[in-house]
């Protein structure tokens, strides 16, 4: 991707949760939140490319997203695109919108991601969260989304011992962490016995264990790097974003416990950006079921096969330890709306760079990471940030 192609200059967002207000209201809200956020303003008339995330939940497809978004944010006749690609929608849109710079030359790039999913019945979101999978192989033969990740989260804690004790903590940490956040769909506590003794959803993950299905919008403005001081003082640059899929059916995968996506779009971000591991200040991870933060954190290699168990029980992945995970909430606390989730991530990323997440501000972070994953593995992104 280059050093440094673009950053970010502004950045707005949604309450999550179940909201009374539709998509199309919520994408205005988070697209005038960016717009207003950028320190010496903007016009809107600098916007010359917008990318959509949404996967269109429900039906809820809010028609063609080059008028909708024009219409939402002002800057009708800027060509967009909307981008699907389950729950990694964001990413992959962030990953276009970076590309999409290069050719914005003096102008902006507007980066938004939106669902409405909380006007559904259980049954019918059931068969919405199953899309992202693989209809063939697993939603037609009654497999549900969590069940997807409950044979995953089985696979591990067979080789695993203290796997559950871990999936407890992440829940618990995540939840703790959404206290801090306003826009979290959460902000209850939980102890690591709630979420054992929570009703299970598919074994071995009960309630706690699992993301919520959400409304939200978060949105995103990308600068041309060399030009983003006109903006703001302090940038936020996007170092490199990986991406990389997989077998969509997780059968056809050689292990349940490991998502190669990950690993190749960990490897093509820490390839093309200038930044090691070790100088990871913080991690935004794709928990939408509290095992997937453990695969993450092997996955991203920050922790070898297992070891993401003692890494999250020693306290290193809370805000006071030596790799914070997912300071917002997480999916898991904050809330999943689908296509919203990717640009969150970056969201939180720009707030915590700038040191200006309010109660939640880790202490010095300068870097960051984002991993966004689609289906159980199937598609994944990986960003990495560092600080204007
Ligand atoms: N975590 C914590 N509490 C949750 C919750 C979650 N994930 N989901 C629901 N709740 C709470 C609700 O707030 C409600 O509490 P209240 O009774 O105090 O008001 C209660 O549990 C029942 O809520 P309801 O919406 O009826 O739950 P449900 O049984 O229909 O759905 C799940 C629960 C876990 C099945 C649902 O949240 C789900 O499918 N999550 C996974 C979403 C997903 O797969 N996303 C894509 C991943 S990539």
């Known amino acids: 991707m280059g050093r440094h192609r673009a950053a970010i200059v502004g950045a707005g967002h949604t309450r999550f949760g179940a909201l009374e207000a539709g ?84 102008g902006l790039v507007l980066v938004a991601g939106v669902e409405k999913m909380t006007d559904l019945t259980s049954p019918r979101r ?86 919520p299905v959400s409304d939200g919008a978060a949105a995103v403005l990308l600068a041309p790097a060399d030009r983003a001081r006109e903006y ?28 190669p996506a990950t690993e190749r779009a960990a490897a093509e971000a820490f390839r093309d950006g200038d930044l090691r591991r070790e100088e990871i200040g913080f991690l935004e991870v794709h928990d939408c079921f509290t095992i997937a933060e453990l695969l993450a954190l092997e996955d991203l290699g920050f922790a070898p096969p297992g070891g993401a168990c003692d890494l999250t029980l020693s306290g290193a992945t809370s805000p006071g330890g030596r790799l914070p995970v997912n300071p917002d909430g997480g999916l898991k606390a904050k809330g999943h709306p689908i296509g919203a989730t990717g640009v969150s991530q970056a969201y939180e990323i720009f707030l915590q760079l700038r040191a200006a997440a309010g109660d939640r501000q880790l202490p010095g972070v300068e870097t960051a990471l984002a991993h966004n994953v689609g289906g159980a593995g199937a598609t994944a992104t990986v960003s990495l940030f560092r600080r204007g």
């Not at 209850?188 to 706690?208: C, E, F, Q």
């Not at 003082?233 to 292990?255: I, K, M, N």
């Open 23 to 106: 998509p199309r209201s919520l994408l205005r809200s988070a697209v005038d939140g960016a717009l207003g956020s950028v320190d010496r303003g903007v016009d809107r008339a600098p916007i010359r490319e917008a990318f959509l995330a949404t996967l269109g939940f429900g039906g809820w497809q809010i028609g063609n997203a080059s008028a909708v978004l024009g219409e939402e944010s002002g800057g009708a006749g800027v060509p967009t695109t909307r981008i699907e690609n389950a729950c990694a929608s964001g990413g992959f849109a962030l990953r276009a919108g970076v590309r999409a710079v290069h050719d914005a030359a003096d």
């Open 126 to 211: 059931r068969y919405w969260l199953g899309v992202s999978g693989d209809t063939e192989w697993e939603r037609l033969a009654g497999l549900t989304f969590a069940g997807v990740y409950g044979l995953i989260a089985s696979a591990y804690a067979a080789r695993h011992s203290t796997a559950r004790e871990a999936m407890a903590e992440v829940a618990r940490k995540n939840h703790e962490n959404g206290t801090r956040n306003p826009n979290a769909h959460f902000r209850k506590r939980i102890a690591r016995a709630d979420v054992l003794a929570a009703p299970r959803v598919a074994d071995p993950l009960g309630l706690y264990d699992c993301c």
């Open 232 to 259: 703001t003082d302090t940038p936020v640059y996007v170092e490199a974003v990986g991406a990389a899929s997989d077998r969509l059916a997780v059968q056809e995968r050689p292990e349940l416990a490991r998502f």
